[in-house]
């Protein structure tokens, strides 16, 4: 069954990629995506052992698994379901949580948007000014209250809210991604435990981490109920950093809108650092 799965997916992968982002000529195909013969020829191996692969008749080795995703563009979530389906860990070690000069400057370069960044296991690692603003931040009180699955699962931060649709769209993106990422860092003993500690306190995480699904695209809406301006809706963009290990997590409100005035409004009256790295003592 797991070599059938493996199959199903590596082909869902190449019938969904674009053969334009691969350097091949687009024209007019019979079929979606790339052919198995233009696989094979990228990624190293024959076009028959991609068709028994994708029929479940081929185990495919870690080094030819990791050139058939390196040439379908994998993102992460994929790549880890791959390795998961083939038996294989990603990964090694703890999850990298250092956010370099590079990664800082993209939250400097956003004076007016608040943004934050985190490591694969959602754990904050630095913020920008206009986030420290919105005064949403991790209060210190908890050895985890700067990770945002045990904030959001523990219902620890009471100054944002979502509706029913984005509050559970937004549960099923965190627990996709973390477990992914525990998939690829089977090593990082205190990873290991936050996922333990989550399991055993909240039903909602330990019903959705039993069958987790993949969610590729991440955009949600939340309520920032701020002290003095008021409630202000904003919208979330998740964006990879995949040469950091990192992602930017970006929070805008919709241009010309009572919510951009407030968030204007609040952001023009803060006085803190540009950026602030969070030091917390949490998984990875």
């Known amino acids: 069954m797991a070599s059938q799965d493996l199959g199903a997916e590596v082909r ?11 350097g091949l000529p687009a ?16 990624a190293g191996v024959s076009a028959d052992y991609v068709r028994r692969l994708e029929q479940g008749r081929r185990h495919p080795s870690a080094a030819v698994l990791n050139a058939i995703a390196r040439v379908l563009r994998a993102g992460p979530a994929e790549y880890e379901r791959l390795c998961a389906l083939a038996g294989y860990a990603a990964a090694d070690g703890r999850v990298p949580s250092t956010a370099g000069p590079e990664a ?21 690692v630095a913020v920008n000014g206009a986030w420290t603003a919105l005064g949403a931040g991790g209060a210190n009180r908890h050895l985890r209250d700067w990770n945002v699955a045990w904030r959001t699962f523990s219902a620890a931060h009471r100054e944002i809210s979502r509706g029913d649709d984005h509050a559970t769209e937004f549960r099923a993106m965190l627990v996709s991604r973390l477990h992914g990422t525990r ?13 333990d500690e989550l399991r055993t306190t909240s ?32 919208d979330g963009t998740v964006l990879e950093l995949p040469g950091h290990h990192l992602q930017a997590v970006l929070l805008t409100a919709a241009p010309g ?9 609040v952001v023009g009256a803060a006085t803190g650092p540009a950026v602030v790295r969070v030091g917390q003592p949490g998984p990875g």
């Open 104 to 124: 800082v400057r993209l939250l400097e370069r956003l004076p007016g948007t608040p943004a934050f960044l985190t490591d694969a296991a959602w754990n904050v």
């Open 27 to 42: 024209g007019r195909r019979r079929a979606p995506g790339v052919r198995r013969e233009e696989l094979a020829e990228l």
């Open 12 to 22: 869902r992968l190449r019938e969904a990629a674009r053969p334009a982002a691969l």
């Open 183 to 195: 998939l690829r860092y089977p090593g990082d003993e205190a990873l290991a435990g936050l996922v």
């Open 257 to 265: 809108s009572a919510d951009a005035g407030r968030l204007g409004e």
């Open 203 to 234: 039903r909602p995480f330990d019903t959705l981490w039993r069958a987790p699904r993949t969610v590729a695209a991440y955009e949600n809406r939340a309520v920032f109920h701020t002290p003095g301006v008021g409630d202000i809706t904003l």
